[in-house]
């Protein structure tokens, strides 16, 4: 089956630490994005990555880090530099990054900040 | 003012009902992307149109370019449609608007 996985469902860490929310996909894709969902409030791009080895901000990059070593993976930390990361957290993937195309959804990991 | 807006925030249905969800938008755009997320949070896509109108079974997408505006349209609701819908126009990226919980009740 061709898709999105992104491990773990929930996650919970203490304030203070880093951690890593894993995104792999097996569609052949070359862009990736992650994106941060908060209630009340539409869907916000943090990190996209248009092809291997590169990536862009989004709009709220800050206290977030990324890497794209693999085509098919696009993990997300979240650093002790976000200073309200308690959110649901979805990430996507696009054939090409170049225009528009359609971009398919993982079942996205919630992250409580305790 | 969201550059993404949609109407209602929340609906309320019974089995059967004609269902429609309103997405307006102040950019201008290459596309529009409807979206549903269920209760569990994943994300599936519903449409992607342009310009005109497309179906698929008992949804129908609308979109007017000149005016901004982009209607969902659900046939014959059923419970199972129940879901956040949301509506994402894409600029040089995907802006998205805050969805539309619908609940159909039997």
């Known amino acids: 089956d061709g898709g999105i996985t992104q491990s773990p469902k929930y996650l919970f860490r203490k304030e203070g630490q880093n951690v890593t929310l894993s995104c792999e996909q097996n569609?052949?894709?070359?862009?990736m994005y992650w994106y941060r969902q908060d209630p009340g409030q539409g869907l916000r791009l943090i990190y996209y990555s248009q092809i291997v080895n590169d990536f862009q901000k989004g709009d709220i990059a800050e206290g977030y880090s990324v890497s794209r070593e693999k085509k098919e993976s696009f993990p997300l930390t979240v650093t002790s530099a976000q200073k309200n990361p308690t959110a649901f957290y979805l990430c996507a993937s696009s054939i090409s990054g170049t225009g528009y195309n359609e971009q398919f959804f993982g079942p996205g990991t919630r992250l409580t900040v305790l | 003012k969201n550059e993404v807006e949609q109407s209602p925030q929340n609906l309320t249905a019974q089995e059967g009902e004609f269902i429609t969800i309103n997405c307006s938008y102040s950019?201008?755009?290459?596309?529009l992307h409807w979206l549903q997320q269920h209760p569990g949070g994943g994300i599936v896509s519903l449409f992607m149109?342009?310009?005109g109108k497309k179906k698929h079974g008992r949804l129908i997408a609308t979109i007017n370019i000149q005016e901004k505006h982009s209607s969902l349209h659900i046939t014959a609701s059923h419970p199972r449609d129940s879901a956040v819908y949301i509506c994402?126009?894409?600029?040089?990226?995907?802006?998205f608007g805050t969805g539309t919980r619908l609940q159909v009740f039997p």
């Open positions: 569609l052949n894709h070359d862009a």
């Open positions: 994402a126009a894409y600029t040089d990226k995907l802006i």
């Open positions: 950019v201008g755009i290459s596309a």
């Open positions: 149109l342009s310009s």
